[in-house]
């Protein structure tokens, strides 16, 4: 079984989220997509993230007509900080004799190599799957030079290019402004019911 792993924040998980997941199934023919929700990001430490109770249920919302996609609790239920490396290894431990297969962007690829224990985490991976964006920057070869093993496992991932940034939604609906058809109707719907991201709108 090839299982992909797609983690991030999800604040909140939008249309782009999807498009990527549905992308990644596809051309990296994954069997089962798991959305890796983090509640204690390393690299967002001191910034400002929705509570992970509401985060999860948005992922979930956003997730419940795709029988592909799964909600993993495998840093939920565990004690930050939550780093790539260790959730590796424990869906490896979880899925001794599948296929992993770890999301990223090529802005996360370019850093791989400041990582936390970025040969180790490599290691964890079966293969990267790796979606490319104008203008990120990335010289495989500087990055094969620091991990040499990471051209064997590399995989790039073809997606449509969608300027949708979650800080930019919230951004919208704080400031009143459009941002309906940046979400699912699902999710939009628990947004604009809780009240989330400040002064959510009705746009």
């Known amino acids: 079984m090839r299982i992909g792993v ?10 782009g989220h999807l498009i990527l997941a549905a992308e990644a199934h596809a051309q990296l023919h994954l069997d089962r997509l798991l959305w890796v ?6 690299h967002k ?13 948005l992922v979930q919302a956003a997730i419940a007509d795709n029988p592909a996609f799964e909600l993993s609790r495998v840093d939920i239920d565990r004690p930050g900080p939550h780093y790539a490396v260790d959730t590796a290894r424990i869906l490896g431990k979880m899925y001794p004799t599948a296929h992993l297969v770890y999301l990223m962007g090529g802005d996360s690829l370019r850093d791989l190599p ?3 224990q970025p040969a180790e985490f490599l290691a964890a991976c079966h293969t990267l799957g790796v979606v490319r964006r104008p203008g990120d920057a990335v010289s495989l070869a500087a990055i094969a030079a620091r991990l040499p093993e990471i051209e064997a496992k ?33 999710v939009r719907q628990i947004i604009e019911q809780e009240k989330l991201y400040a002064q959510a709108s009705q746009t």
């Open 114 to 116: 400041t990582w936390y």
């Open 154 to 186: 590399i995989r790039f991932v073809e997606a449509p290019l969608l300027q949708i940034a979650a800080s930019d939604i919230r951004r919208r609906i704080a400031e009143g402004r459009p941002y309906r058809y940046f979400l699912p109707a699902a």
């Open 37 to 42: 929700l983090t509640p204690d990001p390393p």
């Open 6 to 15: 797609f983690g991030g924040t999800f604040d909140p998980p939008h249309l």
């Open 45 to 57: 430490q001191g910034q400002s993230v929705t509570p992970l109770a509401q985060r999860l249920g």
